[in-house]
């Protein structure tokens, strides 16, 4: 039987183990997939070899295991972080954020190419969807609490893709098509937080990266005002898609997002 992990430190609340078993279950494969607890990567890296055909890296790994890794996906260079691994004859290294962002906004706006998005936060959520959105051929601009992060980030893309994003100090929604919440802003126990208090006008599509809770106060904002909102087991249930498909399986996509509810529902 083949086996799946996503490690981590901590790694308890993962939800990961619930949308992947559901996966193989619907596929009537048999394979297991488990969270594990890695405190140094070093010394767990030769069981990881040895037991997993693959894994999915999560904080605090995603950085270091690059030196693990013997050949990389464009993705892995531009966003500077792993966060799914095969191992083979040789050890191939992934990121399937950015993948995971296009392909939830690909719901709700099929066509993203020249679209305008105002993505708030410049950290490493942000990052992967800024790089998403360029390689989509939209216009992005960021807004970040902290504009030398912001800055930073705009210096890097300008840099690695010949491309510019706009750094912006205030949200100008009328001149926004998608509006994304890359922060941590909103996530529980703060749920009352929001990051953006200006109005959303309704034509703007709005989407949340935070899942706990699923409607966050950014989301409720976006949905009295009449916009139309993609929420952030999307863009969870996409990236683990793609994790999936790069492992050689045919994602189930409905089934995974029905057991993410399910498992967010039950906590
Ligand atoms: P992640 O990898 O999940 O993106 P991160 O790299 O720590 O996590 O980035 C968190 C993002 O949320 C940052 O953009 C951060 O803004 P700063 O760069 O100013 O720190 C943003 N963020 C977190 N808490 C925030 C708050 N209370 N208000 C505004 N932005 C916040």
Redesign the pocket.
């Known amino acids: 039987m083949k086996r799946y992990a996503v490690i981590g430190n901590p790694i308890g609340h993962s939800l990961s183990p619930a949308m992947h078993n559901a996966a193989f279950k619907e596929l009537g494969v048999k394979a297991a997939y488990e969270a594990l607890e890695v405190e140094r990567l070093d010394r767990a890296w030769e069981h990881l070899r040895k037991t997993y055909s693959g894994i999915n890296v999560t904080i605090p790994h995603k950085v270091e295991i690059l030196k693990y890794i013997d050949e990389r996906e464009m993705a892995v260079d531009l966003i500077g972080a792993v966060n799914c691994v095969e191992f083979g004859d040789v050890v191939r290294g992934y990121n399937t954020d950015m993948y995971g962002a296009v392909e939830a906004l690909k719901t709700e706006v099929p066509k993203l190419r020249n679209k305008r998005v105002l993505v708030l ?6 990052r992967a969807i800024v790089y998403g959105c360029l390689l989509e051929g939209m216009k992005v601009s960021v807004l ?3 504009v030398e ?1 912001s800055d930073e980030l705009a210096m890097e893309v300008e840099e690695k893709l010949s491309k510019r994003i706009s750094v912006v100090p205030e949200a100008l929604l009328d001149k926004t098509d998608i509006l994304i919440n ?4 909103g996530m529980a126990p703060k749920v009352d ?1 929001s ?1 953006l208090t200006s109005s959303i006008p309704s034509n703007v599509v709005v989407m949340d990266i935070v899942y706990n809770p699923l409607e966050t106060k950014f989301l409720k904002q976006a949905r009295a005002a009449g916009a139309r909102t993609i929420d952030g087991a999307e863009m969870f249930v996409r990236q683990g898609a793609e994790s999936l498909r790069i492992w050689g399986y045919d994602p189930p996509v409905d089934a995974m997002r029905r057991a993410v509810l399910k498992a967010l529902g039950g906590r």
């Not at 936060?121 to 942000?126: T, W």
């Not at 890359?182 to 802003?185: D, I, K, L």
């Open positions: 936060g410049a950290g490493g959520a942000a970040n609490r902290t992060k890359a922060t941590s802003v937080a990051p």
